[in-house]
C-alpha cells in the first residue's frame, strides 16, 4: 500500500502520547475526527498506555481506517514496546496487523535493524512491514538510508521523519534544522521523508512548496 500510494504520506498526525495524557476516550475522538476530515495517516505514539489499551484503541479506530483508505503506524514504545527482544512483532500487534488495522512501526533512528525487522515481521505476519525513522541530521539521515529498500524492489519500504524542522514547544531553546536545510536534506534524499517539528497555523507559510513527501503534526492539530 505504501509505495503504491504515496498520498498516504501528504499529512501524518501523530497522537500527543505523555504530551497531553489525554483520556483513551479524547484521544479516540481526536484521531477519529482526524480521518474523518480527511487525513489518511496516524501515527499512534502512547508510550504510557498499556498494551491492552493501545490495542483497544487501534481496533476502534479500524472502521474509520477503512474508511478513509487509512494507515496506521505504531510507534515502537507503545503499549511497552512493539517488539520482543528477537525482533518479533509481540502476538497483541501481530493481531493487529492479521485484522488489517497496523500497518507499519515507527522506530529510532540507532535501532534494531530495518532489515531484520522486516524479515521477523513477516515471517511472523506475512504482510509487507513499512517502517518509518526519526532522523535529525545527514548522518541519520545516511544510516537510514542505508536499510532502505523503498522503490528498490525490497518489502519494508523505509521513510523518514526530518526533525525538528523549527523550533518546537516542548524545545523552544533546542537545536533545529531550518526551512532550508530541510530542503536541502529532502531534495538530496534516497527515500521519502516527511517534515515535523514546529508546524504551527502561525507559520505555516514557511512549509509552502515543501519538497517532501508530506508533512507531520505532533502538537497543533491537539491544540
Request: hydrophobic share 40%; charged share 15%; proline share 9%.
Amino acid at each position: 500500500m505504501w509505495t503504491t500510494d504515496p498520498d498516504l504520506l501528504g499529512v501524518v498526525v501523530w497522537s500527543p502520547g505523555r504530551r497531553t495524557h489525554l483520556p483513551p476516550g479524547q484521544l479516540l475522538d481526536g484521531l477519529r475526527a482526524a480521518l474523518e476530515g480527511g487525513l489518511r495517516t496516524l501515527l499512534l505514539r502512547e508510550p504510557d498506555r498499556s498494551e491492552e489499551e493501545v490495542s483497544g484503541i487501534c481496533l476502534r479506530l479500524a472502521p474509520a481506517l477503512k474508511a478513509a483508505a487509512g494507515a496506521l503506524l505504531l510507534h515502537g514504545q507503545s503499549g511497552g514496546g512493539a517488539l520482543d527482544s528477537g525482533l518479533v512483532p509481540k502476538p497483541w500487534v501481530r493481531e493487529l496487523v492479521s485484522a488489517g488495522v497496523v500497518h507499519g512501526l515507527h522506530l529510532p533512528t540507532v535501532g534494531p535493524p530495518g532489515d531484520q525487522v522486516a524479515l521477523a515481521w513477516q515471517r511472523a505476519t506475512s504482510t509487507e512491514c513499512a517502517q518509518s525513522r526519526s532522523v535529525h541530521s545527514q548522518q541519520e539521515l545516511d544510516h537510514v538510508q542505508r536499510e532502505s529498500a523503498w522503490g528498490g524492489g525490497g518489502s519494508h519500504p523505509v521513510f523518514a521523519f526530518l526533525s525538528p524542522v523549527l523550533p518546537t514547544r516542548s524545545h523552544p531553546e533546542g537545536p533545529f534544522l531550518g526551512v532550508p536545510r530541510a530542503r536541502q536534506l529532502t531534495v538530496e534524499a534516497r527515500l521519502p521523508t516527511v517534515w515535523l517539528g514546529g508546524l504551527t497555523a502561525q507559520n505555516a507559510g514557511a512549509w509552502d512548496h515543501c519538497p517532501a513527501a508530506g508533512i507531520a503534526d505532533l502538537g497543533a492539530y491537539w491544540d
